[in-house]
């Protein structure tokens, strides 16, 4: 046994090292005769990348593919790289990610400090490069099958730091110090909702809403669809779906860290607006059985209760079938941390049981959770879940009203000098909000466990790899219409 050590040293060590991929440079196709003006176009999307990480304004929404400057992924899309065979497929699949990467660079362009001539001029530019590299670069079948192999963006788990914390040997530590939070939480949630201790009033706050429920009164069964299978609704639709759904807050407010706001820029750095109460939501789709289905993830934030973490904050997720009605809910912490599922619809779950598997937490048993009207109850100062009632049961001593924003608002926030940035780093991070590690978390191998992250960033569990965008994250929660053994999770 005194060996055992050492031996995973050695595992960790080849882990690391095997990790370093060999760099495949994509297949040079002559650019010439028609094409001759779109000849430097790769030195010109270099340039303007180098611009961009010199100015320290990536905008890291979406996955840089390696050696295709034009193309930004995320989970989703590459989820289908060994899927899409024939042409249409391929043409959509390779469309969506220049159209990522051309949304990115918008807001490039904008935390650049570009005028809107400048703008406009490297948008067109940019544009055409992105549809001739496209278009002659992957007809090379090397190209295209180098793309499928480096398309799916890295995971938010730390091999090094996997290794260095014996991993192998640390998972009954990791498992016993998640049980022993779970087990606090569901002494929580089994107290009867009366009984719920708090010492601070409680404010409901509700959605304004600002659309007509009508626009999505048949679903999406009169959308458009791309050629992927996802729904398409316009961007009028998409917001009266995300406000039929928006969740009430039941707020225990004992100070002002407890009301929702807007995140800003200061003179001091990162704070919150809670003037200006505000949710953003973002609209994103995942897998299960073969179909897709809607997520709505609506993010609640707050000041921080000390002056070294000057923001928090919360994550709720709605998904929906395509007959738009509730399938489950999901909650975590901006950090990814507190990961809790709420089955609204009889979904079977699965069996966890593996010794690299954590399980997923359910705090609440499914009959009492509403498929509509959902109410959240809030616990002051550090803004955990307590609850999912009934708004109708929310019982408040005051009433508000908050309105809902697009999460892409928060990629190019005023700054007080004038100008924009985003709130997130080029790291996916919020400044000012990474924290001390817990010494229990290192061998788990998430960076950075309690800052708040980027949609797209948030790691869900310390056992196993799991992310909250993994597009098939649902099958290995519960067994799926039409799928007999659970998918790998993306990444």
């Given amino acids: 046994m005194r060996h055992r050590p050492r031996m995973f040293f050695a595992l960790g060590f080849v882990l690391i090292t095997s990790t370093a991929c060999t760099h495949h440079r994509v297949q040079n196709v002559p650019i010439e005769g028609f094409f001759e ?8 999307f270099a340039a303007l990348d180098a611009r961009v990480e010199t100015a320290g304004v990536q905008d890291t929404a979406y996955y840089r593919v390696p050696g295709f400057p034009y193309l930004r992924t ?8 060994d899927e899409v065979t024939d042409f249409e497929q391929l043409s959509g699949w390779i469309r969506r990610m220049r159209e990522l990467d051309q949304e990115a660079r918008e807001f490039e362009y904008m935390n650049l400090g570009m005028s809107t001539q400048e703008a ?43 290794a260095l914390g ?56 009169r959308s458009v669809v791309d050629e992927l299978g996802f729904p398409g609704l316009v961007a009028s639709q998409w917001l009266a779906l995300a406000e039929a759904y928006a969740p009430h807050l039941w707020i225990e407010s004992a100070s002002e860290s407890d009301v929702p706001g807007s995140p800003e820029w200061t003179e001091s750095g990162v704070s919150v607006d809670t003037q200006n109460p505000v949710l953003n939501y973002h609209i994103s789709f995942a897998r299960f059985g ?36 509730p399938m489950l809910y999901e ?33 609440q048993s499914n009959g009492s959770i509403p498929a509509r009207n959902a109410a959240l109850r809030l616990k002051a100062g550090s803004h955990e879940l307590r609850r999912v009632v009934f708004e109708i049961e929310a019982k408040a001593q005051e009433k508000k009203q908050y309105t ?53 960033r948030h790691p869900i569990g310390y056992i196993g790899n799991s992310h909250f965008d993994d597009p098939f994250l649902l099958e290995t929660i519960f067994v799926a219409p039409t799928t007999e053994k659970p998918r790998q999770p993306a990444g």
């Fill in 37 to 44: 003006a779109m000849s430097t176009c790769r030195d010109e």
């Fill in 74 to 81: 995320d989970r989703l899309l590459a989820s289908f790289a």
């Fill in 120 to 162: 406009a001029i490297s948008r067109s530019r940019m544009q055409l490069c992105s549809s001739t590299l496209a278009g002659l670069e992957l007809e090379v079948p090397s190209n295209m099958t180098h793309l499928k192999s480096v398309v799916m963006p890295p995971d938010e788990y730390s091999t090094t730091r996997r």
């Fill in 166 to 221: 014996l991993y192998p040997l640390s998972v009954p530590i990791l498992r016993s110090r998640i049980e022993a939070k779970r087990e606090n939480v569901r002494a929580d949630f089994a107290t009867p909702l009366a009984e719920l201790e708090t010492k601070a009033p409680l404010t409901l706050w509700s959605v304004t809403p600002s659309m007509d429920p009508e626009l999505v009164k048949n679903g999406f069964n």
């Fill in 290 to 325: 073969g179909q897709p289905v809607v997520q709505i993830t609506y993010f609640t934030w707050f000041k921080g209760r000390l002056e070294s973490l000057p923001i928090d904050g919360t994550m709720w997720r709605v998904t929906l079938n395509l007959d738009a009605e």
């Fill in 331 to 363: 909650s975590i912490h901006t950090s990814g941390q507190s990961h809790q599922v709420f089955p609204v619809q009889a979904l079977q779950r699965r069996e966890h049981e593996g010794y690299f598997e954590q399980a997923p937490f359910f705090p």
């Fill in 404 to 456: 809902l924003q697009r999460y892409e608002e928060l990629y190019f926030l005023k700054k007080p000098g004038g100008g924009t940035r985003s709130l997130f780093s080029p790291e996916g991070l919020i400044a000012q909000t990474e924290r001390p590690d817990d010494s229990w978390m290192f061998a788990s191998g998430v960076r950075q466990p309690g800052a708040l992250r980027q949609y797209g």
